[in-house]
Nanobody, 115 residues
Framework: QVQLVESGGGLAQAGGSLRLSCAAS????????MGWYRQAPGKQRELVAA???????NYADSVKGRFTISRDNAKNLVYLQMNSLKPEDTAVYYC?????????WGQGTQVTVSS
């Protein structure tokens, strides 16, 4: 099973930026779809951004134009650049790996945006 480790969360002011990273173990990273999800207190986990092995990307409407997902297949890394942060972006952010029926989740990293 692929292991995912997120980093880069923390506290930011509204309008600020943070960059999340997710390191994946395993040798089949490049053919997997990767994504970032988030879960705020009392809410369901939701997709923030996803990138396929071919580089196709989709974003939640709430983050379009502010967040950018990217991947480095040589380093088994996926990133989420978050700009123009808003208090409503506050959540635990999870990295996600999908390849066929195999799905893995990271442990999550807290992002808190103050107004």
């Amino acid at each position: 099973q692929v292991q995912l480790v997120e980093s880069g969360g923390g506290l930011a002011q509204a309008g600020g930026s943070l960059r999340l990273s997710c390191a994946a173990s395993g040798s089949i990273f490049s053919i997997a779809a990767m994504g970032w999800y988030r879960q705020a207190p009392g809410k369901q986990r939701e997709l923030v951004a996803a990138i396929t092995s071919g580089g196709s990307i989709n974003y939640a409407d709430s983050v379009k134009g502010r967040f950018t997902i990217s991947r480095d297949n040589a380093k088994n890394l996926v990133y989420l650049q978050m700009n123009s942060l808003k208090p409503e972006d506050t959540a635990v952010y999870y990295c996600n790996y999908r390849w066929g029926v195999a799905v893995s989740w990271g442990q999550g990293t807290q992002v808190t945006v103050s107004s």
